[in-house]
């Protein structure tokens, strides 16, 4: 997403193909992306990037809002026959024949969830779609879904600043076999300890309107990171590593997307699979991290309104 909207101006096209090829080349195989980033550049920039590598990655995109020709949002769109529009059109733009996981963005409360089910069900029967996604939906909500078409992934925000979804999500999906997709892994940033307190955001950028990001819930979020910093440190790894490890090792089925516009960050995230954590540094994180009350909501209000549903 960060490649091309969401957290300032999009990035050098060029630039963003040959580092999402180097994710491949490091065994990077699971590229997700949205038709409204952008909104359709990044699907575009994604299906470039993957061309030659056909047959060896899996790519997941996500339907759900509606979008008009010159790029504006009209809100939340997940009417069967436009779920069965957007998955044509993202299958041209990703260059691809088949989606391996098409997710509803957002759940539509205005389009029964057996419906929007039922759409990429028959997707999936054409042989469009492999797989079917949730997004940011309700234990409730993923039930009734998975009644009518099993959900293969939740994708969710969910962090060491964002930990809602282990006591609202969790045991629905352990129940039911879905795997758990954390967006904003690292806290939009934060959690790497390069944000100082005192960091403006361009309008262009989520986090300009994220209260979680004002300058005075980022200066009493900072201990947080403080907490994380000094962790790593003991154990040669960044903060960054340090809060990915730990994403890790708190179940078998989550597989968390770090986003980067930078090599070395890639790299970064990446050696994070290789860190170790034992029960005892498991519990000095969960025991440092609970000792600080993070401040500020995460989505301005109506955004959060669009979650949980």
């Known amino acids: 997403m960060g490649m091309s909207s969401g957290l300032g101006p999009p990035a050098d096209k060029q630039q963003s193909i040959q580092l999402i090829r180097r994710a491949v080349e490091l065994g990077v195989t699971l590229f997700d992306t949205a038709e409204v980033y952008g909104p359709f550049i990044n699907e575009e920039l994604v299906g470039e990037a993957l061309a030659p590598f056909k047959g060896e990655v899996k790519i997941a995109t996500k339907f759900g809002f509606g ?3 010159d790029g504006k949002q009209t809100g939340l769109d997940s009417r069967p026959d436009h779920i069965r529009a957007v998955a044509e059109a993202s299958l041209k733009r ?7 996981l098409f ?6 409360d205005a389009v029964p969830i057996e419906e929007v089910a039922g759409a990429v069900k028959e997707l999936i029967r054409a042989g469009k779609v492999k797989h079917f996604g949730m997004s940011e939906a309700s234990a409730r909500t993923i039930r009734r879904a998975h009644a009518v078409q099993p959900v293969t992934a939740l994708q969710s925000e969910y962090s060491l600043w964002w930990r809602e979804p282990e006591t609202t999500v969790f045991a629905t999906l352990e129940e039911l076999g879905i795997g758990f997709v954390p967006f904003s892994p690292l806290g939009r ?14 309008s262009s950028d989520i986090r300009s309107v994220v209260p979680r990001f004002s300058p005075a819930a980022l200066q009493a979020n900072q201990a947080l990171v403080d907490v994380l910093a000094a962790l790593a440190k003991r154990m040669n790894a960044t903060p960054a590593q340090l809060a990915l490890a730990w994403l890790l090792a708190q179940k078998p089925w989550i597989v968390p997307i770090p986003g980067t516009t930078k090599v070395h960050r890639l790299e970064e995230n990446l050696g994070a699979a290789a860190l170790e954590l034992s029960p005892a540094s498991l519990r000095e994180i969960d025991d440092a991290a609970a000792a600080v009350s993070v401040q500020g909501a995460r989505y301005p209000e109506h955004l959060q309104k669009l979650v949980g549903r």
């Not at 990703?94 to 391996?100: G, S």
């Not at 997710?103 to 539509?108: G, K, T």
């Not at 940033?189 to 361009?202: H, Q």
């Open 103 to 108: 997710y509803q963005h957002r759940v539509d």
């Open 189 to 202: 940033g934060f959690l790497t300890g390069t944000i100082d307190p005192s960091r403006k955001f361009e």
């Open 67 to 69: 979008i008009e020709a």
């Open 94 to 100: 990703l260059k691809i024949d088949v989606i391996d």
